[in-house]
Protein backbone atom coordinates (compact mmCIF):
# COMPACT_ATOMS: atom_id res chain seq x y z
CA UNK A 1 0.00 0.00 0.00
CA UNK A 2 1.07 4.04 -0.54
CA UNK A 3 0.10 7.14 0.56
CA UNK A 4 0.00 10.23 -0.54
CA UNK A 5 -1.21 13.33 1.64
CA UNK A 6 -2.08 16.61 0.58
CA UNK A 7 -3.70 19.94 1.50
CA UNK A 8 -6.63 21.84 0.26
CA UNK A 9 -4.40 25.08 1.42
CA UNK A 10 -0.40 25.46 0.56
CA UNK A 11 -0.48 28.23 3.29
CA UNK A 12 -2.45 29.70 6.39
CA UNK A 13 -1.70 32.93 8.29
CA UNK A 14 -4.83 33.50 10.17
CA UNK A 15 -6.95 31.06 12.86
CA UNK A 16 -9.76 29.72 11.73
CA UNK A 17 -8.42 28.69 8.02
CA UNK A 18 -10.23 25.51 6.68
CA UNK A 19 -8.21 23.05 5.50
CA UNK A 20 -9.16 19.66 3.98
CA UNK A 21 -6.28 16.74 4.11
CA UNK A 22 -6.39 14.06 1.45
CA UNK A 23 -4.98 11.43 1.30
CA UNK A 24 -4.66 9.37 -1.72
CA UNK A 25 -4.58 5.31 -0.74
CA UNK A 26 -3.22 2.95 -3.28
CA UNK A 27 -3.14 -0.85 -3.21
CA UNK A 28 0.56 -1.12 -5.14
CA UNK A 29 0.26 -4.68 -4.09
CA UNK A 30 -0.83 -7.80 -6.17
CA UNK A 31 -3.80 -9.05 -4.05
CA UNK A 32 -6.75 -7.22 -2.77
CA UNK A 33 -7.21 -5.21 0.84
CA UNK A 34 -9.42 -4.99 3.05
CA UNK A 35 -9.83 -2.86 6.15
CA UNK A 36 -8.55 0.31 4.45
CA UNK A 37 -8.28 2.86 6.66
CA UNK A 38 -5.82 5.90 7.21
CA UNK A 39 -4.89 7.53 10.93
CA UNK A 40 -3.62 10.70 11.37
CA UNK A 41 -2.69 11.83 15.52
CA UNK A 42 -2.73 15.42 14.69
CA UNK A 43 -4.92 17.26 17.62
CA UNK A 44 -8.44 19.12 16.09
CA UNK A 45 -8.21 16.68 12.72
CA UNK A 46 -11.55 15.24 12.18
CA UNK A 47 -12.07 11.15 11.58
CA UNK A 48 -9.90 10.44 8.64
CA UNK A 49 -13.53 9.15 6.15
CA UNK A 50 -12.59 6.78 3.30
CA UNK A 51 -14.81 5.53 0.37
CA UNK A 52 -14.45 2.07 0.69
CA UNK A 53 -12.60 -0.13 2.69
CA UNK A 54 -11.24 -2.45 0.27
CA UNK A 55 -8.89 -1.89 -2.92
CA UNK A 56 -8.37 -4.06 -5.40
CA UNK A 57 -4.58 -4.13 -7.27
CA UNK A 58 -3.65 -1.11 -8.65
CA UNK A 59 -6.89 0.65 -7.42
CA UNK A 60 -6.46 4.32 -5.27
CA UNK A 61 -8.54 6.05 -3.24
CA UNK A 62 -9.00 9.31 -1.78
CA UNK A 63 -9.64 9.49 2.14
CA UNK A 64 -9.74 13.05 3.36
CA UNK A 65 -10.24 14.88 7.01
CA UNK A 66 -10.57 18.38 7.57
CA UNK A 67 -9.27 20.82 10.17
CA UNK A 68 -9.35 24.32 11.57
CA UNK A 69 -6.30 26.02 12.14
CA UNK A 70 -5.85 28.30 15.50
CA UNK A 71 -3.56 30.97 16.65
CA UNK A 72 -1.06 28.13 18.58
CA UNK A 73 -0.73 27.12 14.65
CA UNK A 74 -0.22 30.51 13.14
CA UNK A 75 2.40 31.54 16.05
CA UNK A 76 3.81 28.42 15.96
CA UNK A 77 5.42 28.90 11.97
CA UNK A 78 3.64 25.76 10.62
CA UNK A 79 1.07 22.80 10.97
CA UNK A 80 3.05 19.14 10.08
CA UNK A 81 1.71 15.86 10.99
CA UNK A 82 1.90 12.64 9.24
CA UNK A 83 -1.32 10.34 7.93
CA UNK A 84 -0.46 6.27 8.02
CA UNK A 85 -2.44 4.65 5.65
CA UNK A 86 -3.34 0.44 6.22
CA UNK A 87 -4.60 -2.67 4.50
CA UNK A 88 -5.54 -6.30 5.36
CA UNK A 89 -4.33 -8.80 2.64
CA UNK A 90 -5.60 -11.78 2.69
CA UNK A 91 -3.06 -13.53 4.66
CA UNK A 92 -0.28 -12.22 6.65
CA UNK A 93 -0.31 -8.88 9.01
CA UNK A 94 -1.47 -5.71 7.77
CA UNK A 95 0.45 -3.84 5.49
CA UNK A 96 1.16 0.12 6.06
CA UNK A 97 2.62 3.16 4.27
CA UNK A 98 2.69 6.94 5.81
CA UNK A 99 3.16 10.18 4.21
CA UNK A 100 4.04 13.42 6.13
CA UNK A 101 3.02 17.17 5.04
CA UNK A 102 4.29 21.04 6.63
CA UNK A 103 2.02 23.83 5.91
CA UNK A 104 4.01 26.90 6.31
CA UNK A 105 1.97 29.98 8.42
CA UNK A 106 2.61 33.21 7.44
CA UNK A 107 3.71 35.12 10.34
CA UNK A 108 3.44 39.41 10.33
CA UNK A 109 4.03 40.19 13.71
CA UNK A 110 3.36 44.30 14.29
CA UNK A 111 2.29 46.36 16.50
CA UNK A 112 1.20 50.29 16.70
CA UNK A 113 1.04 52.46 19.17
CA UNK A 114 -0.88 55.74 19.79
CA UNK A 115 0.46 58.19 22.48
CA UNK A 116 -2.09 60.79 24.19
CA UNK A 117 -2.08 63.30 27.31
CA UNK A 118 -4.50 64.00 29.68
CA UNK A 119 -4.04 68.22 29.27
CA UNK A 120 -4.48 70.07 26.09
CA UNK A 121 -2.05 72.32 27.62
CA UNK A 122 -0.91 74.05 30.41
CA UNK A 123 0.08 77.40 31.67
CA UNK A 124 2.02 76.71 35.38
CA UNK A 125 4.66 74.79 36.55
CA UNK A 126 3.45 71.77 38.71
CA UNK A 127 0.53 70.67 36.50
CA UNK A 128 0.03 67.17 36.81
CA UNK A 129 -0.19 65.26 33.37
CA UNK A 130 -1.12 61.48 32.77
CA UNK A 131 0.23 60.53 29.33
CA UNK A 132 -1.40 57.32 27.77
CA UNK A 133 0.03 55.03 25.64
CA UNK A 134 -2.70 53.04 23.32
CA UNK A 135 -0.67 49.81 22.33
CA UNK A 136 -2.25 47.43 19.29
CA UNK A 137 -0.92 44.40 18.37
CA UNK A 138 -1.78 45.32 14.30
CA UNK A 139 -0.03 41.41 13.46
CA UNK A 140 -1.50 38.35 12.79
CA UNK A 141 0.51 36.31 15.77
CA UNK A 142 0.31 36.64 19.68
CA UNK A 143 3.39 39.23 20.85
CA UNK A 144 4.66 38.98 24.03
CA UNK A 145 7.07 40.91 26.24
CA UNK A 146 5.10 43.93 25.01
CA UNK A 147 6.31 47.19 26.80
CA UNK A 148 6.48 50.65 25.99
CA UNK A 149 9.84 53.42 26.57
CA UNK A 150 9.68 57.41 26.42
CA UNK A 151 12.96 59.08 26.95
CA UNK A 152 11.46 62.34 28.27
CA UNK A 153 13.71 63.08 31.48
CA UNK A 154 11.18 63.13 34.25
CA UNK A 155 8.33 61.02 33.41
CA UNK A 156 7.46 57.94 35.73
CA UNK A 157 7.91 54.45 34.38
CA UNK A 158 5.31 53.58 32.16
CA UNK A 159 2.92 50.75 33.11
CA UNK A 160 0.81 48.26 31.11
CA UNK A 161 -1.85 46.25 31.62
CA UNK A 162 -0.02 42.88 30.29
CA UNK A 163 2.79 41.57 28.83
CA UNK A 164 1.39 39.97 25.94
CA UNK A 165 -1.57 41.11 23.04
CA UNK A 166 -3.43 38.79 21.13
CA UNK A 167 -3.72 39.43 17.43
CA UNK A 168 -6.32 42.61 17.00
CA UNK A 169 -6.17 43.36 21.04
CA UNK A 170 -5.45 46.51 22.28
CA UNK A 171 -4.28 47.91 25.60
CA UNK A 172 -3.38 51.13 26.97
CA UNK A 173 -0.31 51.89 28.91
CA UNK A 174 0.16 54.91 31.61
CA UNK A 175 2.88 57.30 32.74
CA UNK A 176 2.95 60.29 34.75
CA UNK A 177 4.81 63.74 34.44
Do not use: R, W
Amino acid sequence: VSVMKSASVTSCSAPGTAITYSYKVTNTGNVDLTAISVTDPHVGLSAVSCPSASLAPGISETCTATYTTTQADVDFGSISNTGTASGTPPTGPAVTATSSLTIPASDSPALSVVKSASVVNYSAPGTAITYSYKVTNTGNVDLTAVSVTDPQPGLSAITCPSPSLAPGASETCTASY
